[in-house]
Every structure is written in C-alpha cells, then in structure tokens.
C-alpha cells in the first residue's frame, strides 16, 4: 500500500535560518507531489507541484524553493525564513493520470520567531 | 481550472442530514467533482468523487444535476466528528498537475 511520510512534525525557527522539509512516498511511481501551506484559519494555497524528477512547478514566488531530487521525494527548502512564512505545511501525492484523489502527509507546523 | 464556489460556514445538530453546496459554472467536458474532508492540524482526507448523478459511499453521497454546473455533498445524519472542514474540487485526472482548493466550507455540528 502507498503511504506518505512528512517531516518534522514541528518546527520552530528564527527569522533568517534556512528551512528544510522533506517527504516522501512509498509504494507507488512517478506520482504527482505537491506542496501547501496552510495559515491559521485558513485554506490551502498550493506552493509547488512536481509531475516528475526535476520537474517544479512554482505557484507562488516567495523565499520558497522546492525540489524533487528523486522519484519520491520532495523537498521544500528556503534560505532565510520570514515571519510570514510561518504556517502549517503539508505535501501530498497523487497518482496523475489515474485519479483525482490526493493523499496528505500528517503536515509540519513551522513557527518562524 | 474550473473556479468553484462554496459557503464559508454551516452550523447544524447531531443526527441531521447535511447538505453542502458547491457551485462550479465553468466546469469542463472532462472534469471530476471532488470532495475532501479536513480536521484541524491535520492533512485533508479524500471523501467522495463523481462525474455525473449520484454516487454514494459508507460516508456521502455527492449528487451533480444533468448541468454539471453545482454538486451537492450530502452527509447523513451528523455527529460531532463530522465538525472540519469541506473542500470541493473539480479538475480531471491528468499529469498536468495542478490541484488547487478553495476555502472551503466549515461545518459546526452541534449537540
């Protein structure tokens, strides 16, 4: 079975330190990855897909970059952290061609202080 | 990408039939209707999916008019751990990508 795995849980870090998030996905190939990010009380804003290795699709421009340096795994990194970019982050998969149904990672909860 | 409109919020009781509306004009000849459920802190959860009428599942049954223009996710008889929030979709399954949610539409159930 496929399954997703997002790391760390949660995340405190001071203004202007680099940012590294990874996650990966087990049990399928070539899927979809995404990224989001989720502010208190509010709704998802899709930050990064990647429909292949290499392949990165930005939706919106900001001190965020992302990566897919393997087949299954994604990485969203930035190299100095904002106040703002605090938030929750999730990245989830889907099997492109076959499905609209995504699969979440249990999301990481960065503090920017 | 079709733009899809929901209400903000939703209050009802435990035991009630909750009917959510989703309205998505510009829909395309080969989009799906998708529906995610999301609790706080945690990632959203794939709920029901449907092209067109009616399809049903253990936990909603989504309905879509001959138009395809709105869906209605409906949720039997709710219990307190129906309060999350309700996103609705529409894209198609496609290596083109994108998977954009709306704001969704926040669902109180109370006692």
């Known amino acids: 079975s496929q399954t997703i795995h997002q790391w760390p849980a949660t995340l405190v870090q001071p203004v202007g330190s680099p940012l590294s998030l990874e996650c990966t996905v087990e049990g399928t190939s070539n899927p979809n990855l995404y990224w989001y990010r989720q502010a208190a009380g509010r709704g998802l804003q899709l930050l990064f897909y990647?429909?292949?290795?290499?392949?990165i699709s930005s939706e919106v421009p900001q001190n965020l970059s992302a990566s897919r340096p393997q087949d299954r795994q994604f990485i969203l990194s930035s190299k100095k952290l904002l106040l703002s970019d605090s938030g929750f982050y999730l990245c989830?998969?889907?099997?492109?061609?076959?499905?609209?149904?995504?699969?979440f990672g249990q999301g990481t909860r960065l503090t920017v202080v | 990408l079709a733009k899809t409109t929901q209400p903000i919020s939703m209050d009802s009781y435990e035991g009630q039939e909750v009917n959510i509306t989703c309205s998505h004009n510009n829909i395309a000849t080969n989009d799906y209707i998708t529906w995610y459920q999301q609790f706080p802190s945690q990632g959203p959860r794939f709920i029901i999916q449907?092209?067109?009428t009616k399809v049903t599942n253990e936990v909603a049954s989504l309905f879509i008019p001959a138009d395809r223009k709105s869906s209605t996710l409906s949720l039997p008889r709710v219990s307190l751990s129906d309060t999350a929030v309700y996103y609705c979709?529409?894209?198609?399954?496609?290596?083109?990508?994108?998977?954009?949610f709306g704001q969704g539409t926040t669902l109180q159930v109370k006692p």
């Open positions: 979709l529409v894209g198609r399954p496609s290596n083109t990508g994108k998977l954009i």
């Open positions: 989830a998969w889907r099997s492109g061609a076959v499905s609209t149904e995504a699969f």
């Open positions: 449907g092209y067109k």
């Open positions: 990647s429909v292949g290795i290499g392949q």
